[in-house]
């Protein structure tokens, strides 16, 4: 029972263009989202989140949407450079057995090329 | 200065052996799990501890054994190694709630051969 999928295991995006990863999830009670980003042979870091009850956060290049109606977010990275090229988990808390765990979805691989 | 260190980094073994994960976190954090990302690249919890006190055993076989001495330290013991258990196991530490995120150690590559 996959809650928070993304369905596109890779991107290729030019330098200096808009980078757009998305993420679909099925539980309308999660209260906070969360983007992770992982290079190889590190652990993921933690990047941007946004809570429900708002449709969009902004950090820098990294903006994150949410449609609740939709079940959808995305992250916007502009400008793309090449230290972004990773890969991007989205990840939301779930109730399970009385406490918090994050469930992550599957990941999108990242490439920006120069 | 490392937030959430483990060791080792990697680790072969053969089949039926046994074997350790050590995780340690200087971060303050109450809570401690352990995720495993198998070969499809999902990452899925398998135990959450806080304050050394299990909360979340998510459906692993009891040949994983965690164990934390205290709140800073969650190792994981796996018993008669199969070749199904060869993935990256990786700790990861928050507040209670985990509202301000989960802090992610580098991972151990665990290969059973």
């Known amino acids: 029972d996959q809650q928070v999928k993304q369905n596109s295991p890779s991107l290729s995006v030019q330098e200096g263009r808009i980078s757009i990863l998305n993420c679909d999830y099925t539980n309308s009670m999660f209260d906070y989202f969360l983007w992770y980003k992982k290079y190889p042979a590190e652990g993921p870091t933690f990047l941007i989140s946004i809570s429900s009850i708002k449709d969009k956060n902004e950090d820098g290049r990294f903006t994150v949407f949410l449609n609740k109606s939709a079940k959808h977010l995305s992250l916007h990275i502009v400008p793309s450079q090449p230290g972004d090229s990773a890969v991007y988990f989205c990840?939301?808390?779930?109730?399970?057995?009385?406490?918090?765990?994050?469930?992550f979805g599957q990941g999108t691989r990242l490439t920006i090329n120069p | 200065d490392t937030a959430v260190s483990q060791t080792p980094k990697y680790l072969v073994t053969q089949m039926g052996n046994d074997k350790s994960i050590k995780c340690e976190q200087n971060?303050?954090?109450?809570?401690m799990y352990w995720y495993k990302q198998d070969s499809k690249k999902f990452l899925k919890i398998m135990f959450s501890y806080n304050n050394k006190e299990l909360i979340i055993n998510e459906t692993v076989p009891n040949r994983f054994s965690p164990k934390s001495p205290d709140k800073a330290h969650l190792n994981l013991h796996i018993n008669s190694l199969e070749l199904g258990d060869s993935a990256v196991y990786f700790c990861?530490?928050?507040?209670?709630?985990?509202?301000?995120?989960?802090?992610f150690g580098s991972g151990t590559r665990l290969t059973v051969v």
């Open positions: 990861a530490s928050s507040l209670r709630g985990g509202r301000g995120g989960y802090t």
């Open positions: 971060l303050g954090h109450d809570t």
């Open positions: 990840a939301a808390p779930a109730i399970i057995q009385g406490a918090q765990k994050l469930v």
